[in-house]
């Protein structure tokens, strides 16, 4: 695939998909905003619409990241013909780092630690979700950030 083939087939679609997720996220995050920060006790007397918000956010946290890593960063990597099938990921990220695709390999690191983290539930443990809704809403800036820097870099040389 060449790399116009790649930027009409793999990364405008990716962009896309991305600013989608990313607009369904600030919805449910504003309408989950008057529960941050959120302490155990919080946690405990949620109501049933506010998990439903709440669920709504840590959906789409997950799924704009995983559009972010798994379609538009290897749709970058590939229009600029800088894939190699035999790095690991983590090659990859420090590249798109070291290529200012993306603020910092490890901050992304971090970010997918979080969103795996807060995709569990503890029933017996309500300081332990209230914190990490707590990372998860505190954290949305900071992947909105790595999408808006890879969407510009895709603009700016593709």
């Given at each position: ?13 990716a962009i896309r998909e991305c600013e ?66 035999d790095e690991t990921f983590l090659d ?67």
């Open positions: 695939m060449n790399p116009r083939e790649t930027i009409a087939l793999k990364l405008t679609p989608r997720h990313l607009k369904r996220l600030h919805y449910a995050a504003t309408q989950s905003r008057k529960l941050f920060p959120m302490d155990a006790e919080a946690y405990k007397r949620l109501s049933d619409s506010e998990v439903a918000a709440l669920d709504q956010m840590l959906f789409r946290f997950g799924k704009l990241q995983d559009a972010i890593g798994l379609r538009l960063l290897p749709a970058i990597l590939l229009a600029g013909q800088e894939w190699r099938d990859k990220l420090n590249r798109l780092e070291k290529l200012s695709v993306i603020p910092s390999a490890s901050d992304w690191v971090a970010l997918r630690e979080l969103r795996n983290s807060a995709t569990h539930e503890y029933p017996d443990e309500p300081e332990v979700n209230a914190a990490n809704l707590n990372k998860i809403y505190d954290g949305i800036s900071k992947l909105e950030h790595n999408f808006n820097q890879a969407r510009q870099f895709a603009e700016d040389h593709f």
